[in-house]
């Protein structure tokens, strides 16, 4: 199984500034990796597909770079609405696992 | 638009089984595989399985198998997963959600199980 790690596990952030959350697997996964934000009480929302193509309808402050077993999700100039959990997700081998999540907090 | 609509909650006794379902719209739904999700109350994502619409063809983590069995009705573009012998740890949110990147997301569907 393919584990993956991220980090940090909890940031709080002033509005207007960057984010950067990290995603390591255990394993090689190429680009088979993908980034989703939830919000309580809410689905998870695709941001970021195959390392680093956006998914139509997100702001554009949400980028996503990586491949092989490192993995970023960037968030330039947070806004408040971007509090959320954040969750990595490979889907190169069986069984498909994510990753523990990133709570980003807002100060 | 594209949507996946999921069936209501659910309360259910150990030992009992539950079926989840997801209905889906605005997309020809034998297209792209469906997959579920789970998130035990507090905890991340989970995910247990995919179902080939147009086949049939399931495939699900080794940790459910012989307990989760995923099927689908094209007639009504619907796909369902049933769950058997519920322990009280799969109290959880159970989500279905399309394509291998799951870029759209049902509702959620919460089960409780408890006695």
């Known amino acids: 199984e393919i584990v993956l790690t991220q980090s940090p596990d909890f940031q709080s952030v002033t509005p207007k500034e960057k984010v950067t959350i990290t995603c390591r697997a255990s394993?090689?996964?190429?680009?088979?990796l993908h980034w989703y934000q939830q919000k309580p009480d809410q689905s998870p929302k695709l941001l970021i597909k195959?390392?680093?193509q956006s998914f139509s309808g997100v702001p554009s402050r949400f980028s996503g770079s990586g491949s092989g077993t490192d993995f970023t999700l960037t968030i330039n100039s947070l806004e408040v609405e971007d509090a959320a959990t954040y969750y990595c997700?490979?889907?190169?081998?069986?069984?498909?696992?994510f990753g523990p999540g990133t709570k980003v907090d807002i100060k | 638009q594209v949507q996946l609509v999921q069936s209501g909650a659910e309360v259910k006794k150990p030992g009992a089984s539950v079926k989840v379902s997801c209905k889906a719209s605005?997309?020809?739904?034998?297209?792209?595989?469906m997959h579920w999700v789970r998130q035990a109350p507090g905890q991340g994502l989970e995910w247990m399985g995919w179902?080939?619409?147009?086949?049939?063809?399931?495939t699900s983590a080794q940790k459910f198998q012989g307990r989760v069995t995923m099927t689908r009705d094209t007639s009504i573009s619907t796909a369902y997963m049933d769950l058997s012998r519920l322990r009280s740890d799969d109290t959880a949110i159970y989500y279905c959600?399309?394509?291998?990147?799951?870029?759209?997301w049902g509702q959620g569907t919460t089960v409780i199980v408890s006695s």
């Open positions: 959600a399309r394509k291998d990147h799951l870029d759209v």
């Open positions: 195959y390392a680093s």
């Open positions: 179902i080939n619409p147009n086949t049939g063809g399931t």
């Open positions: 997700h490979q889907t190169s081998g069986l069984p498909f696992t």
């Open positions: 605005g997309y020809t739904f034998t297209d792209h595989y």
């Open positions: 394993q090689a996964i190429g680009a088979s």
